[in-house]
């Protein structure tokens, strides 16, 4: 084992992935019909409503699920993501968004387990991304629960990571293209961290 940090998800990446959805066996004419009006609605709210107004009061309407999406929070990020250098390039299926996915579905409750912390643990020949629980658990209940494993030589750091003078930020860059943003907890921790992954 080489180190271990406490790192955190880029607060602006996404705090939702697309909801599951399941069709209705049966096709009555009324549930097709609030169907069809539901639909409407839902695209006319939008197409004249700005992005940023739906991502602050009404996320839901993207018939997404959201974790964490605060008012407070949603206003942060509407605000600053015009000024921001980008989070991340993770198209369908990269290794970006599995790791996204595995970090943000973190096994615990909705409201004690923090679905943006987690722990990274390098190696000489893996990079593990493991769970990290909230501080208002009781000390048994911690677990470092497995999520996303990369092998080394499958992600480096991305050379022109914006924005990392004032906020503790690192980004990945994976094999497949694909790159995420991630906070540290200090910059000691940032620095030791590229130290030790200059080699991977």
């Not at 080489?2 to 069709?23: Q, S």
């Not at 992600?155 to 990945?172: E, G, I, M």
């Amino acid at each position: 084992m080489i180190g271990t940090w406490a790192v955190e998800l880029d607060r602006l990446l996404p705090l939702w992935w697309d909801r599951d959805t399941v069709r209705a066996a049966g096709f009555a004419p009324l549930v097709w019909a609030m169907n069809f009006c539901k639909s409407v609605w839902r695209g006319l709210w939008l197409y004249f409503l700005p992005r940023w107004f739906v991502d602050i009061f009404g996320p839901s309407a993207y018939g997404r699920r959201p974790y964490g999406l605060s008012l407070t929070r949603r206003a942060y990020r509407a605000l600053r993501r015009p000024l921001h250098g980008g989070s991340w390039h993770a198209p369908e299926g990269s290794t970006a968004r599995l790791l996204w996915r595995a970090v943000r579905t973190t096994p615990g409750e909705k409201l004690k387990a923090d679905h943006d912390l987690f722990t990274l643990l390098l190696t000489d020949r893996r990079l593990l991304v493991l769970s990290r629980w909230t501080a208002r658990q009781a000390d048994d209940h911690y677990r470092a629960v497995p999520l996303f494993e990369l092998p080394s030589g499958g992600w480096w750091l991305r050379p022109d990571t914006p924005n990392d003078v004032w906020a503790q930020r690192q980004d990945l860059l994976f094999a497949d293209g694909s790159w995420l943003a991630l906070a540290f907890d200090g910059e000691g921790d940032l620095q030791a961290f590229r130290a030790a992954a200059a080699g991977h």
